[in-house]
């Protein structure tokens, strides 16, 4: 068997992956129980969608690794579900159901976008899946205000070519999209989708995932 330091050929490939992907869901002062548990039966439906199973399989490896983390202030940053791999139909049942599930972890504080990128980044440092696409996706109804400006940690992000893209829930802020858009987003195919309440979120999560894990068109240099 081929070895590659003292990792087979076989278990390399295993951990081979299209892209890994953070969760980073909103758990704030602002975000109530029941706008926690739309947020979290959203994101099981969208995941079990056909056309979110449709971007996964377009894939070379035809699966991606997820992690998700629920967020606050500086100091509050739970993983709540470590590095995972979906890709058959039951891997993608499982973790499903493990986020419908999940009770909210993190403790009511501010909200800290900064602080939350920066513990993506260590997570991404720290994957044990390898991939050359790397995508935090930020879902939130508020602006940074705990710790550093937003916008310093997503350069940060942007220089380790991890891809920041946002969810902007704009119940209480309506120019919400405008924020994550100048100073959350960024990285090579970056976006941000806004979703008008917590009620809209599943759609609205459902269409970011499909974008997000849809592999990235090829852009050719035409002379």
Known sequence: MVTTGNMSATH???LAVDMELILAVD??????????????????????SPAVNVAIQAG?????SIAL???SGTNNQIVSIPWTAIGS????TNLSERIRRLPR?????????????AKSLHMFSNSPYRSYRKVLDISGDG????????????????????TVNGLAIINETPTLHHYFRNAVIGGQGSFVIKANSYEAYEYAIQKKLVREIAPLPIVQNTF
């Not at 758990?27 to 079990?48: F, I, K, P, T, W």
């Not at 972890?105 to 990128?117: D, E, F, K, Q, R």
């Not at 602006?143 to 991890?162: E, S, T």
């Open 12 to 14: 390399a490939e295993g």
């Open 27 to 48: 758990c704030s002062y602002s975000v109530s129980d029941a706008e926690y548990q739309l947020q979290m039966n959203g994101l099981a439906r969208a995941l079990r």
């Open 60 to 64: 070379h490896y035809k699966k991606i």
């Open 69 to 71: 983390i629920q967020w």
């Open 89 to 92: 139909p039951s891997s993608v």
């Open 105 to 117: 972890h993190v403790a009511l504080g501010p909200t800290s976008i900064s602080a939350v990128i």
């Open 143 to 162: 602006r940074n205000n705990d710790g550093v400006p937003a916008h310093f940690l997503r350069d940060v992000a942007i220089k380790k070519g991890v």
